[in-house]
């Protein structure tokens, strides 16, 4: 008796869930201001879209604060670039698989003046280490970003403490990419900043790119399902799909096909 | 400037859902804080003094703040997540409603104290309950509780910290004219930011022209019949 009328009750909660799927044709995407800013995700979701007829609703946060919300729930899939930290996500629990979606690289960019005489550099460490030592103006997302996080790695590599340097010649905005640059072209210093963003970006000011091309600039941007065993409201099949689609040839190519200014901002490489 | 007469169709949109919102948001907060204010400023009992000390104190709710405490109700992991209301407007007009509410309040607060004052003979004549003389006192000012609205009003349509926590800036869904400010500002577009800010401040105007013109007529009318 209680076994039938569980298994009703269940029947009707499927016929709801299916309901509200079949209504609800969207995701929630958490994502990084770089792919927004950039105009990346204008660029390739509405072919996502007009072929599923699903919805990709895109929330454009730092990588830490995409993280936090789709742990919480809020969110189908994630789509940011901080390798250790996806792999967390996943290895707790939080997301199903983690999968490469495309790369493109860092940059440090800084004042036309150069006080600390690193333009035209391919080393970042040792640019870095030229910064600390002239104490120039140096300005940093401070946001627990994937950019922030990339940023710190290579002031420890640099052995340089830039936690003793804030409010000095180190400065935290703790905001995303555009407004850090906003605050690094007002205040010329120098900031690391994904290359995507800079290209986009349109108050450059005095502003141009000083360092590129070290290896330890790569970055690389992972999807990841948020897990709907943790999150039974996940629209997990909506969600497969715009991975399996973004993993894709289709997906793939629209990355490949999206150019600003003539250059390509973000290389597919899906395996 | 050419950007925002292409994108016309668009900009549209998203004035229109600011409008939606901080409407929708102003009207609800009237219908709990009038009420609130008005039976704050009859009522006598003690701690009443400090009761008032707060809900002024509460005209200066920190947005950002208020974001913050909406969007961990309505997360999925919040005690309303399974409404999944988090990145919808509705969320936002919760969010404003957390806003404006204190504002119509006190100002209401303010005005019918006054007001109660210059009619208590006349009420306590009548035999009228304190509560009871509540409705009338609104009625009476009626005008000069537009003004506490349109502070209200201003709140909303201004704010961008709590929006754009609980909406998330989601384009076509919960894009809004404060947080389209905010994402152009971040692209370093700053011409287009501050053209989009003066349409804001365009429609915060014609917003309060309008119901400065209608509340005049009233007046006016008010005056004539009586």
Redesign the interface.
């Known amino acids: 008796m209680v076994g039938i009328r569980i298994r009703t009750l269940l029947m009707a909660l499927g016929l709801m869930a299916g309901g509200a799927q079949a209504e609800e044709a969207y995701i929630?995407l958490q994502s990084t201001?770089s792919t927004?800013?950039s105009g990346l995700l204008?660029h390739i979701l509405p072919g996502f879209e007009a072929e599923t007829g699903i919805d990709v609703?895109?929330?454009?946060v730092g990588t830490g604060q995409a993280i936090r919300?789709a742990?919480?729930?809020?969110g189908d899939v994630l789509l940011v670039h901080a390798r250790e930290a996806e792999e967390k996500f996943v290895a707790d629990g939080w997301g199903v698989e983690r999968f490469d979606v495309m790369y493109n690289d860092f940059v440090l960019v800084g004042p036309k003046s150069d006080p600390a005489k690193v333009g035209g550099g391919t080393d970042i460490v040792a640019a870095l280490k030229a910064i600390a030592q002239a104490t120039a103006p140096f300005v940093s997302r401070g946001d627990d970003s994937g950019t922030h996080k990339a940023e710190l790695r290579q002031w420890k590599e640099a052995d340089i403490d830039v936690a003793a340097a804030s409010g000095g010649w180190y400065r935290e905005t703790g905001s995303?990419?555009?407004?850090t640059?906003?605050v690094a072209?007002g205040m010329e210093a120098y900031v690391l900043t994904d290359r995507a963003t800079w290209i986009?970006?349109?108050?450059?000011g005095n502003l141009e790119i000083l360092v590129e091309g070290d290896p330890r600039l790569f970055n690389q941007y992972g999807v990841i399902l948020v897990n709907p065993e943790k999150?039974p409201?996940v629209r997990a099949a909506a969600g497969q799909r715009f991975i399996d689609w973004l993993l894709g040839e289709v997906g793939q190519g629209a990355i490949a096909s999206f150019r600003l200014d003539g250059q390509q901002l973000f290389f597919p490489n899906a395996r | 400037m050419l950007l925002i007469l292409q994108g016309d169709a668009e900009l549209w949109a998203i004035v229109l859902l600011s409008l939606r919102v901080s409407l929708m948001a102003v009207l609800i907060s009237a219908v709990i804080g009038m009420p609130l204010g008005a039976a704050l400023a009859v009522s006598r009992f003690p701690g009443r003094r400090g009761v008032i000390v707060l809900v002024n104190a509460l005209m200066g709710l920190p947005p950002v703040v208020v974001g913050l405490l909406v969007y961990l109700m309505l997360s999925r992991s919040g005690p309303l997540g399974v409404l999944q209301l988090l990145y919808t407007p509705t969320a936002m007009i919760i969010a404003q409603v957390v806003l404006v509410t204190p504002i119509v309040a006190a100002l209401t607060r303010q005005v019918i104290e006054m007001l109660a004052e210059e009619y208590s003979e006349q009420l306590r004549s009548l035999g009228v309950s304190r509560l009871a003389s509540v409705p009338t006192l609104l009625w009476d000012a009626r005008l000069a509780l537009v003004t506490a609205l349109l502070a209200g009003f201003g709140r909303a349509i201004a704010e961008v910290g709590a929006v754009i926590i609980v909406g998330g800036n989601i384009n076509h869904v919960t894009r809004v004219m404060t947080t389209t400010i905010a994402l152009e500002t971040s692209r370093g577009n700053l011409a287009l930011a501050l053209a989009l800010g003066a349409i804001l401040i365009g429609i915060a105007v014609a917003v309060n022209a309008l119901v400065s013109a209608v509340s005049l007529r009233a007046e006016h009318e008010g005056l004539t019949h009586a």
């Open positions: 929630v201001t927004q800013n204008d609703r895109v929330v454009a919300n742990r919480n729930g809020d995303g990419m555009g407004a640059l906003n072209s986009a970006f349109g108050n450059k999150h409201g």
